[in-house]
């Protein structure tokens, strides 16, 4: 596997245009979710926020949004936040960077946000620059790994929980290739955070 399930805290200075963390004294930790809406697993995603009163960030792809804008408002609407995840899930480190701005300014007709995930966490030091004056750049201290379809539920819930703190920022996706995790793996993860006096909260920076 070659992606870590936790960011290290020395790689995180050598991308100070990054976020990675938020920290604050007041136990929140921040659930995100890439790549939606989808149709069927974005509602169900919000089922789940709201039985655990969690609020979460929405990294969205903007063909997703283009075509299910009635999930985007029911995002906004339950006091959610939505960001930018480009419009066709673009990787920075393929994507010259002409066409990576551009993709990401056709997602924000459809994501209205100031916040920006990049796709699989690749993007380019000049790409990162680029974006500094119009988004912050959201990364993650942890990671669920719900995409992965070599690890089990359980491997998610534990990548996602074992060393959350204050400030965290997790990932999990709302997608068909992650949902054999998610669906398990969510409901746990929310109930431990809850039990563990997390307040899941939406970012605002």
Known sequence: MDYPKHIPKIV???AKQLVFAIPNDANEIYLTFDDGPHPTITPWILEQLK?????????????????YPAIVKDILDQG??????????KNGWKTKSADYFEDINRCSEFVDSELFRPP???????Q????????RIIMWSDLSADFDSKL????????ATRKVKS????????????WPRLEKALPQCLKFYQEQGF????IRL
């Open 12 to 14: 995180r200075p050598l």
């Open 51 to 67: 039985a655990f009163s969690a609020r979460a960030t929405f990294f969205l792809v903007g063909q997703n949004a283009e075509r």
């Open 80 to 89: 959610h936040r939505i960001g930018n995840h480009t419009h066709s899930h």
């Open 120 to 126: 699989y966490g690749r993007i380019t030091r000049s």
């Open 128 to 135: 990162a620059i680029g974006l500094k004056e119009n988004y």
């Open 152 to 159: 089990s539920s359980d491997d998610s819930v534990k990548f």
């Open 167 to 178: 400030g965290s920022i997790i990932v999990f996706h709302d997608n068909d290739k992650a």
């Open 199 to 202: 307040l899941m909260s939406a």
